[in-house]
């Protein structure tokens, strides 16, 4: 599995960054992402030099729905936990909180 380190975006977002690294490691039939970082910019914690030296720093909370035959089989543990190691490098660099919502085509069609 890659990691954001292997995948060398210069001058990208986080949000592209991101949209990059689960296209090519998940494949989804549905792939959005929401910056709700201005929803969040008040807390302690948030200011510009807590936010990491990348370009897209100020994307710090997102909301991403992520919908893949990869996910066939998982549990909802492990589809986190898989996205969270694929994004450990994001974390690192200033990625605080995902909200996730993680599908097979088979469970979207039945919501």
Avoid at 10 to 38: C, F, G, K, N, W
């Amino acid at each position: 599995m890659a990691t954001v380190s292997e995948v060398v975006l210069p001058e990208t977002t986080r949000v592209e960054r991101i949209r990059s690294l689960v296209q090519t490691e998940l494949a989804p039939m549905l792939l959005t992402i929401e910056d709700e970082s201005h929803r969040h910019a008040h807390h302690a914690g948030m200011t510009a030099e807590s936010r990491g030296p990348q370009a897209g720093a100020l994307e710090t909370h997102l909301n991403v729905t992520i919908v893949s035959n990869a996910f066939e089989g998982q549990s909802r543990i492990v589809r986190s936990r898989r996205i969270n190691t694929l994004l450990a490098s994001e974390f690192k660099d200033g990625l605080h909180a995902l909200r996730l919502v993680l599908k097979t085509p088979e469970e979207m069609d039945r919501t």
